[in-house]
């Protein structure tokens, strides 16, 4: 008999995936956590039914989360993941030259566990010497560290549950606080097709904190209408204005240096969203 695994992204569509093998499923006590492995994307992390990663499209995601902040800043020693618990942030953030320490910050120590007993390739660098992998709410560790970081990565689930305060003003207060005097954080703002609001409040919200901000756009074929968006806040280097040249050569597959700019140049219904 056929497994399937369907998503309802929306009241009215989905996303549909023939199933090969489920690995594991639990709840914890933030989320039902499944671990399956797919025939098209192969293996799957779905948290409280909604995909979060999977091995054939995740290089997007996580490349553009860390590289266009950490390439946008000059100099970056200490970034800051909340969520992530997959660890393919991290993996991104220590391929980075400068990067001497990279914090991971994750709600629930189950996701890090599993992915690292299913998900190697995406949670190999959790254990290098450079990470420090703290298991708490993410809200709190960032109102404890002032004047920290150079960049903050927040790789969140959707705003549901523990994550709703990840997309809130007075977090985004806090990550100014938290990051040193020209630092640059970068938040997942979801679907451009599907959460135009989310996306109006973020982009207001970082506006009004940051001297700059920014939104870029990339295609991730597993999250919903496969077309996503990150905000970026900045306190002093604009991302349109990076050095290409200056961008250090990396072993990526969608990041480039082209793309580092390519990916602000918003489509007119993108850009209208934020005007
Ligand atoms: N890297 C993934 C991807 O490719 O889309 C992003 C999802 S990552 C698994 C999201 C994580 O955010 C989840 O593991 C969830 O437990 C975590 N999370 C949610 N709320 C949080 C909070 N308040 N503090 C820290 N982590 C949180």
Not at 7 to 26: A, L, P, R
Not at 42 to 70: A, C, N, R, W
Request: proline letters at 5%.
């Amino acid at each position: 008999m056929e497994l399937w695994y369907t998503e309802y992204q929306t009241k009215n569509v989905g996303i549909t995936c023939k199933v090969k093998q489920t690995y594991h499923t639990e709840k914890t006590q933030y989320q039902d956590i499944a671990l399956i492995d797919t025939e098209q994307f192969g293996k799957m992390l779905v948290l409280d039914g909604t995909v979060q990663t999977t091995i054939e499209d995740e290089f997007v995601y996580h490349e553009m989360i860390s590289h266009v902040p950490l390439a946008t800043h000059k100099n970056p020693k200490k970034a800051l993941v909340i969520g992530g618990g997959d660890g393919g942030a991290i993996r991104e953030i220590i391929k980075h030259p400068t990067i001497e320490k990279a914090v991971l910050c994750e709600i629930d120590g189950r996701v890090i566990e599993i992915a690292k007993e299913y998900l190697p390739e995406i949670s190999c660098a959790l254990t290098d010497e450079k990470v420090e992998v703290i298991v708490d709410d993410g809200i709190k560790y960032v109102n404890q560290h002032k004047n920290e970081f150079d960049v903050i990565m927040i790789d969140s689930t959707d705003p549901v549950g523990p994550a709703v305060g990840l997309f809130s003003k007075e977090f985004y207060k806090a990550i100014y606080e938290c990051l040193k005097e020209d630092g640059i954080f970068v938040a997942q703002t979801e679907s451009p097709f599907f959460h135009k609001d989310l996306i109006r409040n973020a982009f207001k919200n970082v506006e009004s904190i940051f001297p700059i901000a920014r939104l870029y756009t990339c295609a991730i074929p597993t999250y919903p209408s496969g077309y996503w968006s990150f905000t970026m806040g900045s306190k002093k280097y604009d991302p349109l204005e990076t050095d290409l040249d200056s961008i250090p050569k990396l072993d990526t597959k969608y990041y480039c240096p082209q793309i580092h700019k390519a990916v602000f140049a918003l489509p007119k219904f993108v850009s209208d969203i934020i005007k």
